[in-house]
């Protein structure tokens, strides 16, 4: 019998894309690894995907199969080399303090720290909170900042520099937009090739993008990801790219993890441990990253043959790393659950393509959750329906008030 949490989240996956609950259930019949016709190789053993991540002479990110091929073909070859060459390391290296939990604990704060405390007041006051509607938002306000864009940006780019007021109109059309071109994802499980059409619809979302990227690459501060690119000498339209991939990388994820997690810790009724053990509040995110794993799986190509866990990898198969699957065998959401060793934070990825904004993750869903229990009171949901038809599964709506 399934829980009411795990009914919601499969409910949820389904309402992406059907077959993804099939898939990723089945995923662990897959353990370590195992070959489907015309797929590829489907690994659903956390130390046969960690064996893969480290190993960057047989496994590519870049060729058909993987993220870095399908980006290659929207924004340019160049970033074969931000993502896989020498200006990879490079690159990382020299944003890494951006991405340090002072730097992220920090930017949370500052910029979505006021919208936060609204959330706590409203549910104070007996008011609803839409939880999935407030996640588009923050997390569009958050990695804007992060990449060096003011809101007078986002502002110029979706509403022609007016919103009537509403200050968060343009961060849900930044939302709309980013989450369109991570859409056109759908369809790659068997190849990372896009066709015409599709290839021009992302060109176009990148471009539209990444337009306010000029005048942000001039004047953002050295505290920004722009910023650090200008100041490294990065080329403009690289820094643009680099830019919509962060847009890309930490926008419907974070966002989906928000929403999910409020509605796991409602539906397992976990929300009760939390009230009475706050201190388990950082295991709660950890358990939220765990069994919600936005990037359910983590594509890679084979440059080399090579053995794997006993199996023939042959270059030019594709390897696909189920990582829902993987960490989701661990068992159902507990906050009173300890790190698990075995699976890490796969839901991160791992190696060094190991996630950039894993901090200001933590950051984020910790400074909502202290939000949500600031009053001492649980919360129950009054509405929710669940996002239809998307690359990263999701809410639509989550209403919420305090009982
Ligand atoms: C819950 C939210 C998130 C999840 C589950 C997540 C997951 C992942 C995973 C699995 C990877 C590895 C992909 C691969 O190896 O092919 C990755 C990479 C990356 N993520 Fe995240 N991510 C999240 C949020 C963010 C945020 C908020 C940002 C920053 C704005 C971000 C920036 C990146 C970047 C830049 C990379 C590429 C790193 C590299 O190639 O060196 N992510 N993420």
């Not at 961060?171 to 709309?176: E, M, N, P, S």
């Not at 959750?369 to 509405?383: C, H, M």
Request: with cysteine; charged share 25%; aromatic share 6%.
């Amino acid at each position: 019998m399934l829980d009411t949490a795990k009914r919601h989240e499969l409910a949820l996956l389904a309402a992406g894309q059907p077959w993804l609950p099939a898939l990723l259930l089945a995923g662990r019949v897959a353990r370590p690894i195992r070959k489907v016709p015309k797929l590829g190789w489907f690994v659903a053993d956390p130390a046969v995907a960690r064996q893969i991540y480290n190993d960057h002479v047989h496994f590519s990110i870049v060729s058909e199969g993987a993220a870095g091929h399908w980006w290659a073909q929207v924004i340019g070859d160049w970033v074969e080399d931000l993502f896989e060459g020498p200006g990879h390391t490079d690159l990382r290296n020299k944003v890494r303090d951006l991405f340090t939990l002072k730097h992220t604990d920090a930017l949370v704060d500052r910029v979505i720290g006021p919208a936060l405390r609204e959330i706590s007041h409203n549910l104070a006051a007996g008011r609803t909170v839409d939880i999935a509607e407030r996640a588009r938002v923050l997390v569009g306000r958050s990695v804007s900042d992060l990449v060096g864009m003011e809101p007078a940006d986002i502002r110029a780019l979706f509403t022609d520099g007016g919103c009537d007021g509403d200050e968060d109109e343009p961060f849900r059309i930044l939302f709309d937009h980013v989450e369109e071109l991570v859409n056109l994802g759908i369809g790659t499980m068997a190849s990372t090739t896009l066709d015409p059409a599709v290839l021009a619809r992302a060109q176009t979302l990148a471009t539209k993008l990444s337009a306010a990227v000029p005048a942000a690459y001039a004047r953002a501060d050295g505290n920004t990801t722009l910023g650090r690119c200008r100041e490294l000498g990065l080329e403009q339209d690289h820094a643009a790219g680099l830019a919509i991939l962060m847009a890309v990388a930490g926008t419907d994820t974070l966002a989906s993890c928000m929403t999910r997690m409020v509605a796991i810790l409602h539906d397992s009724r976990e929300q009760h441990a939390l009230l009475a053990a706050p201190d388990r509040l950082p295991d709660a995110v950890r358990e939220a990253l765990r069994v919600t794993s936005p990037a359910y799986l983590v594509g890679r190509s084979v440059t080399a043959d090579v053995e794997v866990a006993g199996r023939r990898l042959v270059a030019g198969e594709h390897v696909k790393i189920l990582t829902w699957s993987i960490n989701n065998a661990v068992g159902d959401f507990k906050i009173s659950r300890d790190y698990i060793p075995e699976t890490r934070q796969l839901w991160f990825g791992g190696g060094r393509h190991l996630c950039l904004g894993a901090q200001l993750v933590h950051s984020e869903l910790s400074a909502l959750l202290r939000a949500l229990t600031a009053d001492g009171r649980p919360f129950e949901i009054v509405e929710r329906r669940y996002r239809r038809k998307v690359f990263i599964p999701t809410y639509e709506t989550l209403r919420i008030r305090l009982t």
